[in-house]
């Protein structure tokens, strides 16, 4: 289950990701964002108060509880997590209270996935944090986050598999193309692992389906990720481009048990 996920990564650490393992009595309901860059917008639009500012058209499931960020990160130059503040556009900024480095994982870049596959001083590395969210339409809130430097078919492929992770949130995007980073995958994959994982709400550019080269190698390396592409999917909240990602609108899509195609 997830808990035995999050315990794999925490490895032997005593830290403030022990702490907060420790301190759930049931499994936290977590959201995964591949591809996820600097784009930390994620904790505001899936937030418990942004729910109940912005209702959905019908019935939504309960927010998530820990973030799960996952990118192969393969710039030389970032400044990212370089400070405090990771975010601030003016209406909304997320803090770093908290950061704990957790221990490394062993994954590979595959050629046919990412653009660049040369090990850089981010790869495989894996972080805690605990971060403060101030939005002035919402108020402050907090979040917990892991970041996880790697590849996503290979974490979901080598991880989250083995683990049988619960994801109920996934986030698709601008997915494979952030800040310039590029990718032969354009995340068509996840579509058939949605019910696999136990997904209940998809938060999409509208590009989800869309399979690139890369996909096609995650469907071969991975077996176990051609478990089911029929699903329906029922769109209850949307966001103009423009307040995310500038690449479609974002729409939130409850995963239906139907076994009709989206």
């Known amino acids: 289950m997830s808990i035995q996920l999050l315990k794999e990564l925490n490895g032997n650490n005593t830290g403030i990701f022990s702490q907060f393992i420790n301190t759930q009595k049931t499994c936290p309901r977590i959201a995964w964002y591949p591809s996820a860059g600097s784009d930390f917008r994620a904790l505001l639009f899936l937030s418990p108060l942004y729910a109940k500012a ?34 601030d556009d003016g209406r909304s900024k997320v ?37 403060r969210i101030e939005s002035k339409s919402l108020g402050t809130f907090k979040f917990p986050i892991v970041y996880i430097f790697s590849e996503n078919e290979a974490f979901f492929c080598e991880k989250m598999l083995p683990a049988k992770a619960k994801i109920s949130h996934i986030i698709h995007i601008r997915y494979g ?11 068509g994959w996840i579509s058939r692992i949605l019910k696999q994982v136990g997904c209940e709400v998809l938060v999409s550019d509208g ?21 089911d592409d029929k699903f329906s999917l029922n769109i209850i909240r949307t966001v103009k481009s423009e307040s995310w990602s500038n690449y479609g609108n974002v729409n939130w899509n409850v995963v239906a048990k139907s076994q009709q195609t989206s």
């Open 95 to 131: 803090t770093v209270e908290e950061i704990e480095e957790l221990p490394k994982i062993d994954l590979p870049l595959h050629k046919e996935i990412v653009d660049f596959s040369k090990i850089k001083i981010t790869t495989n590395r894996v972080v805690f944090m605990n971060v």
């Open 177 to 187: 193309g952030g800040l310039g980073g590029g990718g032969k995958a354009r995340g």
């Open 207 to 227: 590009r989800h389906n869309e399979m690139g080269s890369g996909d096609e190698f995650m469907l071969n390396y991975c077996k176990e990720a051609n478990a």
């Open 54 to 87: 912005n209702p959905a058209n019908s019935p939504e499931p309960s927010s998530p509880d820990l973030f799960l960020f996952t990118d192969y990160f393969p710039w030389e130059n970032s400044k990212f997590l370089d400070t405090a503040i990771i975010h």
